[in-house]
């Protein structure tokens, strides 16, 4: 087997300019650059990243812990995420938070030194570290979730414009009685989206009805639930405004099942703009996160945190997606 020293004598140069121009290749001249790339070959040898990483304390490894993996929303923001880690030399480990526990163990991996970052998608920070201090905090960014009181790295879009211009189209095309369905608890990107739906009915002084307003999970089931709701009011809403595309998945299954016609008896509108609404009959209007790009930008900053660079929040531009779930009443 082919070692540093080999390729050292082929290149003509010392060990350690070897080791330079494989750790950090921008340090050395564009010659012995191209020098040690073609040794390298030449000889065959194999670089050891795991010795590498022993010595550099670290492990190329970073922790993705997700809310609910069958939630076909985080797919492509993972996929973002992969990317851009395997352009920059890191392995992902993926843990599901939807079960008991997991959140804790797979944060405290970073903890014993086991990985050397952690991304919280769509997770709130685990209870073992809410405890800590920001500065006592391991490399970490939040992503399309965010904890209130604690100032750390966040990922996302801005869910009360995006909440208010969903319902504000709504409201232009003539519905003034919007049913909303929200996530469950007091999650902050629900709080969120449900002051943007507010927020845009205020300014059209239509009154805010409690009675149209209902908690659901983000799925199917949770859209046919609450359509079920809806539809059992004495005066049901012209328009349902939903906080995720897989519970307006339910909602228009639902509808369909009760003989009411989307979208000339009800208007939809979706969040998320998964790829699915587009084959949805009708078509899914929508609120379009950039998925990919949001995972690749969360990855970028977790980078800059395990480099010791400050972090910042950012915010990603979201697009309202106009298809044929909605009508003008």
Not at 75 to 88: D, L, P, Y
Request: glycine share 6%; aromatic share 6%; hydrophobic share 40%.
């Amino acid at each position: 087997m082919a070692t540093m020293k080999d390729v050292a004598l082929l290149a003509n140069v010392s060990t350690a300019t070897v080791s330079r121009t494989l750790v950090k290749p921008e340090s050395v001249s564009e010659t012995t650059r191209l020098r040690v790339e073609q040794a390298v070959i030449e000889t065959g040898y194999k670089i050891n990243s795991q010795a590498r990483s022993l010595r550099r304390n670290e492990t190329r490894t970073v922790v993705v812990v997700v809310s609910d993996i069958d939630n076909p929303f985080y797919s492509e923001i993972i996929k973002g995420i992969e990317q851009e880690a395997v352009a920059n030399d890191y392995l992902v480990v993926l843990g599901d938070a939807s079960q008991q526990e997991r959140d804790r163990i797979y944060s405290e991996l970073v903890y014993t030194r086991q990985a050397d970052g952690l991304i919280l998608l769509g997770v709130p920070l685990p209870k073992p570290l809410k405890a800590k201090l920001n500065s006592s905090l391991p490399p970490l960014v939040m992503a399309c979730e965010y904890e209130p009181d604690r100032k750390l790295p966040t990922v996302g879009i801005d869910n009360r414009a995006a909440a208010k211009e969903a319902t504000e189209y709504l409201i232009k095309l003539g519905h003034h009685r919007i049913g909303c369905v929200t996530g469950m608890g007091d999650n902050p990107l629900t709080v969120c989206r449900l002051q943007g739906y507010k927020e845009a009915l205020a300014a059209t002084n239509i009154p805010f009805d409690e009675q149209l307003i209902v908690a659901e999970a983000y799925n199917p089931d949770g859209g046919s639930n609450a359509m079920r709701y809806f539809h059992s009011l004495a005066e049901p809403p012209t328009a349902i405004f939903c906080h995720a595309d897989t519970q307006a998945i339910g909602v228009l299954h639902q509808a369909r099942s009760l003989g009411i016609s989307v979208p000339e008896q009800l208007s939809v509108m979706g969040f998320d703009g998964l790829p699915i609404g587009s084959y949805c009959f009708p078509t899914l209007t929508t609120i379009l996160q950039p998925r990919v790009e949001l995972g690749r930008v969360t990855m970028q900053s977790l980078m800059d945190s395990m480099k010791g660079l400050p972090a910042r929040d950012r915010l990603l531009p979201h697009e309202l997606i106009i298809r044929g779930s909605v009508a003008m009443r």
